[in-house]
């Protein structure tokens, strides 16, 4: 965050120069656990896909060095590259990046580079600007690709289908202590620029946080062109809100309508793209629009300084199927508990309850309900 201090410790830089050295090495290993009703898959649940199975999601390896934003005399840069490995590489992947393990051979596992940018500190920007650059997450929503950035081991429906990764520039200007406003130009979402389904696409958010911290809202259009159908052209638009009730206690909503023009009817000539599904448009018609819409809550409190707990509840409306490749409502509701042993070791155990009210969905459309226990286990380097 702008104008907030590195303070962050890792083991791996403390055992090597007792982390003097600003230029950071971390990362973390997860391996995960699930058992499900469903047989085949747990699709569209991200991210444990694969059912009733012991696998590794992510081999995370970090190089960082934060731009120095807590200073107000001079332009400071920063950068960021990561190494990805794991079943989790089907929710980065873009387009043109070592995209054949995913768009070609469906491989199970998968590395990805999934983030590689720089930062440029400009101190004298309002309370400051910061300019990334490069390949980086999409900036919307509470959850995020890397683990340890959720609450909750497994995703959201509201996450499994939006936009994961973005290459371009962003600019992130401080107004003052409640403003934060964002501004971008990308080439679209989940997509190289070397690409032919790269197109030139907006970005512009705005966060307000209220003069008692206990609530934000964060508002984005995300990825706007003119939303004719190409990979994972989503246009989205987003908002967030956080609340904190106690020391204890907050919440977290989100909601977003997504859509994309012109997208190939699943019964059509036009075949979809590797990783799309097509969409179910009206008979006759040989493409379609295709929105989706979808609302999520958080409920969280904390036990103690090693546990808390969760409570997630999810709605997605995917009108034409061309996220999930059915036309249907779902929910999700997911209870959890976190738990930290010592500095460096995270479990998080969960129970979930899935259900498409339309028509059958899950277990590769036999079941319309799909019931699993899951637990990841996280260990920090």
């Known amino acids: 965050m702008l104008g907030e201090p590195d303070t962050s410790s890792y083991p791996l830089m403390t055992a090597w120069n007792n982390a003097r050295s600003r230029t950071k090495v971390y990362g973390w290993v997860e391996p995960t656990l699930n058992f499900s009703t469903s047989a085949n898959s747990n699709a569209p649940v991200a991210n444990d896909v694969y059912s009733n199975r012991f696998q590794m999601n992510q081999l995370i390896v970090y190089v960082e060095r934060l731009p120095d934003s807590v200073q107000r005399e001079h332009v400071d840069v920063g950068y960021h590259l990561t190494a990805f490995y794991g079943t989790d590489y089907k929710y980065t992947t873009d387009k043109g990046y070592l995209s054949s393990q995913l768009l070609v051979h469906n491989h199970q596992y998968g590395f990805d580079p999934i983030l590689e940018y720089i930062d440029i500190y400009v101190p004298r920007v309002a309370q400051g600007m910061n300019i990334r650059i490069g390949r980086f997450i999409s900036i ?17 429906l509201l996450y499994s289908i939006d936009p994961f990764t973005d290459t371009g520039i962003l600019a992130t200007v401080q107004l003052n202590d409640r403003w934060l406003v964002q501004a971008g130009i990308t080439g679209g979402h989940d997509v190289a620029l070397w690409t032919n389904d790269a197109q030139a696409s907006a970005t512009a958010c705005v966060s307000h946080t209220t003069s008692s911290v206990n609530d934000n809202v964060y508002l984005c259009a995300n990825g706007i062109n003119d939303g004719k159908y190409a990979y994972n052209n989503l246009q989205q638009y987003d908002g967030t809100w956080y609340h904190r009730f106690s020391k204890t206690w907050h919440t977290a909503t989100e909601a977003y309508v997504m859509y994309q023009r012109d997208v190939p009817s699943d019964t059509g000539p036009i075949k979809p793209q590797a990783n799309n599904y097509g969409a179910t448009c009206r008979p006759g018609l040989e493409t379609c629009f295709a929105p989706e819409y979808a609302a999520i809550n958080y409920i969280l409190r904390q036990l103690s300084d090693h546990d808390f707990v969760g409570f997630r509840s999810d709605l997605l409306n995917d009108k034409k199927g061309q996220r999930t490749g059915v036309n249907t409502k779902y929910t999700e509701n997911t209870l959890m508990l976190s738990h930290w042993i010592g500095t460096t070791v995270q479990m998080r155990p969960e129970i979930r309850f899935d259900h ?5 969905s899950y277990d590769r459309g036999t079941r319309k309900s799909q019931l699993t226990v899951a637990s990841d286990l996280i260990f920090h380097f």
Do not use: C, V
Not at 140 to 156: C, R
Not at 356 to 360: E, F, L, Q, S, Y
């Open 140 to 156: 919307p929503g509470i959850e995020a690709q890397l683990t340890p950035n959720n609450y909750m081991f497994s995703h959201s």
């Open 356 to 360: 498409a009210w339309d028509r059958k």
